[in-house]
């Protein structure tokens, strides 16, 4: 299951995903918002983000203007690994280095089909296991204990 939100500026974005990924079969659970009226990031940012934390969801998608507060809010989420990601390089990299588990998007920085690349790599990149980025996510664990 695959948890997404957004904000206002996310809202357009969000419902081509929902339609993109629900034709390939993935289930998805919306946490909204639902319409283009102003709301507040971090109130969507943070069930999406929890979800994924408490293993309800395996994977989640936060899209607001420029994606950064939804990414800053996922962050604090202990057990987050959110990664805002503008080009498919970089989706695939965070998947097979981060093992991210949360891709933020900013709907007012790139266009529906780089958006949807984006998400098909990162959803269809699996993480390396190697022990050098076990070590690193290890370090990244820490620093939320300290
Ligand atoms: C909303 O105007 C905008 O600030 C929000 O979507 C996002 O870009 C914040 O980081």
Do not use: Q
Not at 6 to 22: A, R, W
């Amino acid at each position: 299951m695959i948890a997404i939100a957004c904000d206002h500026g996310g809202y357009e974005l969000k419902n081509e995903i929902i339609k993109h990924l629900t034709k390939k079969g993935y289930e998805i659970k919306d946490f909204g918002c639902e319409s283009t009226n102003s709301v507040d990031y971090p109130d969507y940012a943070y069930p999406c983000a929890k979800a994924v934390a408490e293993g309800v969801c395996e994977k989640g998608i936060l899209i607001c203007g420029t994606g950064i507060g939804m990414s800053i809010a996922a962050n604090k989420v202990e057990g987050i690994r959110c990664a805002l990601c503008g080009d498919t390089f970089s989706a695939h990299a965070t998947r097979e280095h981060n093992d991210s588990n949360v891709l933020a998007l900013g709907a007012r920085v790139i266009g529906l089909n780089l958006a949807l690349d984006i998400v098909d790599t990162w959803l269809g990149t699996d993480f390396s296991g190697d022990s050098r980025h076990i070590d690193r996510i290890n370090k990244i664990t820490a620093i939320d204990k300290r």
